[in-house]
């Protein structure tokens, strides 16, 4: 076998491994948004720009600043240090009469020790410490926090959020990791994500 043809061996085998990668990567997202639990949540915001991928939305949710009490007494025992550094959390949530799914309970490491109930989600995020003028909180990142939007639309997104009630629904995967699936300006869609 000639040094040429080897190296045409070589790339092509590398070029499958990147295209199995990036397709793995792909599939895995799409099944999360079309079999993913689906939870509403609603937004809070928080920032507008980035320099270098443009306008977005950073946003926060009625499930990213909680109670330290709702973690039980590892809530209260955990150092805020350790939470600096970033321990993974799963929130359970449960949807409200409203709609809007709300946490019930939360746990560092794994999913609370109670089975989920019908009609729960437990999802995945990493904790920061928030001191509080009268309790501690935790804050939770879920991975799902920048919106990016079209050209010139993030401000006015942002302004609008201060005036009336944005929703996020959200796709979450039996492992607790979450993908954003529709945004809502009060009932009226303004994006979905395509599975591809």
Same mark, same amino acid.
């Given at each position: 076998?000639?040094?040429?043809?080897?190296?045409?061996?070589?790339?092509?085998?590398?070029?499958?491994?990147?295209?199995?990668?990036?397709?793995?990567?792909?599939?895995?997202?799409?099944?999360?948004?079309?079999?993913?639990?689906?939870?509403?949540?609603?937004?809070?915001?928080?920032?507008?720009?980035?320099?270098?991928?443009?306008?977005?939305?950073?946003?926060?949710?009625?499930?990213?600043?909680?109670?330290?009490?709702?973690?039980?007494? =590892?809530?209260?025992?955990?150092? /805020?240090? %350790?939470? +600096?550094?970033?321990?993974? #959390?799963?929130? $359970?949530?449960? *949807? !409200?009469?409203?709609?809007?799914?709300?946490?019930?309970? =939360?746990?560092?490491?794994?999913? /609370?020790? %109670?089975? +989920?109930?019908?009609?729960? #989600?437990?999802? $995945?995020?990493? *904790? !920061?410490?928030?001191?509080?003028?009268?309790?501690?909180?935790?804050?939770?990142?879920?991975?799902?926090?920048?919106?990016?939007?079209?050209?010139?639309?993030?401000?006015?997104?942002?302004? !609008?959020?201060?005036?009336?009630?944005?929703?996020?629904?959200?796709?979450?995967?039996?492992?607790?990791?979450?993908?954003?699936?529709?945004?809502?300006?009060?009932?009226?869609?303004?994006?979905?994500?395509?599975?591809?």
């Amino acid at each position: 076998m000639t040094a040429s043809r080897k190296l045409l061996l070589a790339a092509l085998a590398v070029a499958l491994i990147q295209i199995a990668i990036l397709s793995w990567m792909i599939v895995g997202r799409a099944m999360i948004l079309r079999n993913g639990h689906e939870v509403l949540l609603e937004v809070q915001p928080v920032d507008p720009r980035d320099l270098l991928r443009g306008d977005y939305v950073r946003l926060g949710y009625n499930i990213s600043n909680l109670p330290a009490s709702l973690f039980g007494e =590892a809530g209260m025992t955990v150092e /805020p240090q %350790a939470l +600096a550094d970033g321990l993974v #959390v799963f929130v $359970r949530l449960r *949807a !409200g009469d409203d709609g809007i799914w709300r946490p019930v309970s =939360a746990a560092y490491g794994a999913p /609370p020790a %109670a089975a +989920a109930q019908a009609g729960e #989600v437990d999802m $995945r995020g990493v *904790a !920061g410490y928030w001191p509080g003028p009268t309790a501690r909180r935790i804050s939770v990142a879920y991975g799902i926090e920048r919106f990016y939007l079209p050209e010139g639309e993030g401000r006015p997104i942002e302004d !609008g959020m201060r005036e009336r009630a944005f929703r996020m629904k959200v796709a979450v995967a039996d492992d607790g990791t979450a993908q954003i699936k529709a945004f809502y300006d009060g009932d009226t869609l303004i994006y979905s994500e395509p599975l591809y």
